[in-house]
């Protein structure tokens, strides 16, 4: 290989150098800054194949969709001075890349800086309310203020903020451990009060219902007296009435029940003397 050949080689692999270093491509998702030295030439924002000097001039991107920040989460005192823990996000574009660069230097700083902005701004809004009022039906409109205010901020970092929404409004942990233990004490006294209710009602009810069987068993029993009496002296009438009649046939059919009763099983045996009154009837009967 000649000499002028390898210097046409080195010449052509320079001329590649250069020629890809002054180009750069800006896709449809970003904007770009080119910035020479640190110091901001020309912004770039619509997609396309763009030139710059190679090796002097740097391109620095940043992301032109809308972007999501998610704040920690921190203590706000309200202004019942009741203390809430507070979890908001944000979603926010950059519209302006030199002033968040100039601001900022990247997509990083610029995050870090729009989240000090929110926490500040969540702080000052939601100290002038009470906290009745921040865990109503009110949090739309105080997520808007925040917005508004953060706004204003965030465009000198060149940023615009689409939306802002408070996640969470909660207590602290020991507020709600504490808040928790007197619910639990205030259910437990509730529950045994409504157990105290009902064992005094099944008592009364029991009672009542105690009552009730005693007086229906006394009537019952009155009554079964009353239609027995009533049956005795009817049975009483009866054989009043048969012995009228005829005294011969009562005294008959008494001395047949008589023995009825007294021969009812077959084994039983009497040992009567002839002449005994309970066998009077059969000695009639022989007579006859």
Known sequence: MSIKTSIAGVI?????????SSVFTVTERQQALVVQFGNPQKEVKEPGLYMKLPFVQQVIYLDKRIRS?????QEVLASDQKRIV?????????????????????????????E??????????????PM???????????????????????????????DVRLKRVDLPAQNSQAIYDRMETDRKREAAEIRAEGEEQVIKITATADREVATLKANANKLAQITRGEADAK?????ADAYTQDE????FYRTMQAYKLALKKEDTT????????FLKMFMTLDKK
Do not use: H, W
């Open 12 to 20: 052509a692999v320079a001329v590649a150098i250069v020629a890809i």
């Open 69 to 73: 920040l998610d704040v920690r989460p």
């Open 86 to 114: 507070v979890d908001s996000f944000a979603r926010y574009k950059i519209i302006d890349p030199l002033k968040t660069y100039q601001s900022a230097r990247n997509e990083l700083g610029a995050e870090n800086l729009l």
């Open 116 to 129: 000090k902005i929110m926490e500040s701004t969540v702080r000052q809004v939601l100290a002038n309310e």
């Open 132 to 162: 009745p009022a921040i865990v109503s039906g009110e949090r739309a409109e105080l997520m808007k203020r925040i917005s508004e205010i953060t706004n204003v901020q965030a465009r000198t970092l060149g940023i615009e903020v689409v």
């Open 235 to 239: 049975a009483v009438k009866i054989f």
């Open 248 to 251: 011969d046939f009562f005294e």
């Open 270 to 277: 009497l040992v009567l003397s002839p002449d005994s009154e």
